[in-house]
């Protein structure tokens, strides 16, 4: 974030409670006059409606008050965290659990996972202020989501297995991967016939495919069981690299 980006988000708070301080004092003084009012010797019709002004303005005063403690603290928070984020990439390994847990509390706003095909997960982490930024990984699991089979994908598989290409097969059934399919019809006790070959890993689902092509991943990337790889937000800022877990 640019400095006077930055300064301008620390400095916000500021401006806001300063806002909320200036209707304080004339809001007070005139709950106090009305309460004042009330010991009047007035008629009905006054005294009720300076009875409903006073607790329209008490209510409001409630309200204020409410408002300025949420945002002292959400400035105390963000000068807390604005201290974690210089501190934290020289001193997480040596930091306490629980600063950690401490510093995650404070910078981390969201944490979205979606599963995009069996092997691939998208995680999308959103940072509170004062970073106001969201990082897009993408999470590569070897093992994989084990599917439930529907009746659908084995009636695909009884009619098909036996004399279609692999290649058809996957295109039959995108969320599964050629080694699955064959356990698949292992357990319906089918038999090939059918050996056409296919370049597509046996491990990997078409979905897999579509997904690695859109992401500029090859199958040489996938090195380890779990794999982390940086969303296209950061292939700039990182060099599009991945990272073993």
């Known amino acids: 974030m640019p400095y006077n980006a930055?300064?301008?988000?620390?400095?916000?708070?500021?401006?806001?409670i300063a806002s909320v301080d200036d209707q304080l004092p004339a809001?007070?003084?005139?709950?106090?006059?009305?309460?004042?009012?009330?010991?009047?010797?007035?008629?009905?019709?006054?005294?009720?409606?300076?009875?409903?002004?006073?607790?329209?303005?008490?209510t409001n005063l409630a309200r204020i008050e409410a408002k300025q403690k949420a945002i002292a603290a959400s400035q105390s928070a963000q000068e807390e965290a604005t201290e974690l984020i210089a501190r934290v990439p020289d001193e997480w390994d040596r930091m306490?659990?629980?600063?950690?847990?401490?510093?995650?509390?404070?910078?981390?706003?969201?944490?979205?996972?979606?599963?995009?095909?069996?092997?691939?997960?998208?995680v999308a982490i959103t940072w509170k202020l004062p970073i106001a930024h969201t990082k897009t990984l993408y999470v590569w699991?070897?093992?994989?989501?084990?599917?439930?089979?529907?009746?659908e994908e084995e009636d695909i598989v009884r009619e098909h297995y036996p004399k279609t290409t692999m290649g058809e097969m996957l295109q039959l059934l995108p969320r599964r991967s050629w080694a699955t399919i064959k356990r698949q019809a292992v357990s319906l006790q089918l038999h090939r016939t059918c050996?056409?070959?296919?370049?597509?890993?046996?491990t990997l689902t078409m979905q897999d495919?579509?997904?690695?092509?859109?992401?500029?991943?090859?199958?040489?990337?996938?090195?380890?069981?779990?794999q982390v790889f940086y969303g296209d937000e950061d292939k700039d800022a990182y060099s599009w690299g991945h990272s073993r877990v």
């Open 96 to 122: 306490k659990f629980e600063r950690k847990q401490r510093a995650i509390e404070l910078l981390l706003d969201t944490v979205e996972v979606v599963g995009e095909s069996a092997h691939f997960l998208r």
């Open 209 to 226: 495919i579509a997904f690695m092509k859109a992401h500029r991943i090859t199958s040489l990337d996938l090195k380890a069981s779990v």
């Open 141 to 151: 699991r070897h093992d994989g989501t084990s599917y439930a089979w529907t009746s």
């Open 6 to 16: 930055f300064e301008m988000v620390r400095n916000a708070p500021e401006t806001v």
């Open 27 to 58: 809001l007070r003084a005139r709950i106090a006059k009305l309460r004042r009012n009330l010991d009047l010797d007035a008629d009905e019709e006054t005294l009720a409606s300076w009875a409903k002004e006073l607790k329209d303005k008490v």
């Open 195 to 202: 050996g056409a070959p296919c370049t597509i890993p046996i």
